[in-house]
């Protein structure tokens, strides 16, 4: 069976989503599925070797990566408008580009796998199915309607409705990265969605012993959106106990000048350090080098079903996560269940955390092993070929 992928993010760009996609092209072959995979060129130092893969790209890109931006005057007015929602739907490079990919690339295809986000992945796998007859299969790592992160206006989600449920009555599969996700989905659109966890790569062959200690180092790799991720919930703890601290590794301008502002406020120069697009590995060293990794949800119900994949690589990590966000997320649930760590949701819970972290012992890695990648290729797999079998 061959199958293409189409995605906005993949190695080198060094993105969470890059490592999602890569696994799914990297482990799929060794269940029966060959697979190709169509993507913009990018520049990036996420060291994933791609040399054995079939890669067809679409065009260069140039803008730089970033997935929060600063606020202007003309952005806002495009939110009322409902242009926003079409914006990067109709008018994208990478859809035009893969519109133009020669049609010998479709021959002996039997589906397109598309993940979600941008749109314009979709709107591209959705054109390209229907162009040479193939069945169309949807990977959700965000949700596009229902995505906490995204302030739609009422005529961007009338637009977005319409185009989404066109969408998804198009495919032959639909599958997302939490059970909370793929509710949503039925709810909204009456669409069954499989769950395929983010995942780890592998398991570390010795986990060493947690080190007891006064001082204690917290770590945070990822995006905060601007302060929409509650790390603020941290910062009075560290003004009040300045043995602790933090490093914090972010992607976006605004992140790292949010981050500043944190620190002038607090007063916690010396006990924060900010860093910025640093490479994969670099980011895992810092973690294996913390003793409490930082998983931040929002506060509220609406990001429940979040769960990114920095949380499995935490836990592949054997530290204690530390997980800030409403009690009812997923995230939670998978966090105190398999014995990762805690889950608060208030600045007065620091304490209370931190004397979990010194009872704290890491869970048995047999525990862990159906979160690995490859076991989540591998249930893919499955329904990949069950799927295509019944559309046939």
Known sequence: MKILLITKYFPPVNTIASHRLYSFAKYLPHYGIDVEIITPQWQGNLDLHIDDMIVHYTHRETEKLQFRKSNHAWKNILKQSGVRALRHYLNSPFYKAGKALPDSIFKKQHAILASYGPEDALHLASHLCRKHNLSLIVDYRDLWLDNPFQDWTAMDKTIIYRLEKQILQQSALVCTVSQTLGKQLFKRYRQKARVIYNGFWELPVHIPPVKRKNGVSFCYCGSLYDGLRPIQIIFPFLSRHPRHNLVAAVFD????????????????????????????????????????????????????????????????????????????????????????????????????????????????????????????????????????????
């Open 253 to 392: 301008d605004v992140d790292v000048a949010y981050l500043k502002r944190m620190v002038e406020k607090f007063k916690l120069f010396g006990q924060v350090q900010i860093l910025q697009n640093i490479p994969h590995q670099q980011a895992v060293e810092l973690e294996k080098q913390s003793d409490i990794l930082l998983f931040l949800n929002s506060l509220d119900r609406k990001s429940k079903g979040v769960l990114t994949g920095k949380l499995f690589e935490y836990m592949q990590s054997g530290k204690f996560i530390l997980g800030v966000g409403n009690p009812d997320d997923e995230a939670a649930k998978i966090i105190n269940d398999f014995h990762l760590g805690t889950y608060i949701s208030k600045e007065n819970q620091m304490s209370t955390a931190l004397a979990a972290f010194q009872q704290w012992s890491p869970p048995p890695a047999e525990k862990l092993a159906f979160f690995s990648r490859k076991h989540q290729a591998e249930r893919l797999a499955t329904f990949i070929k069950e799927s295509l079998d019944h559309s046939v």
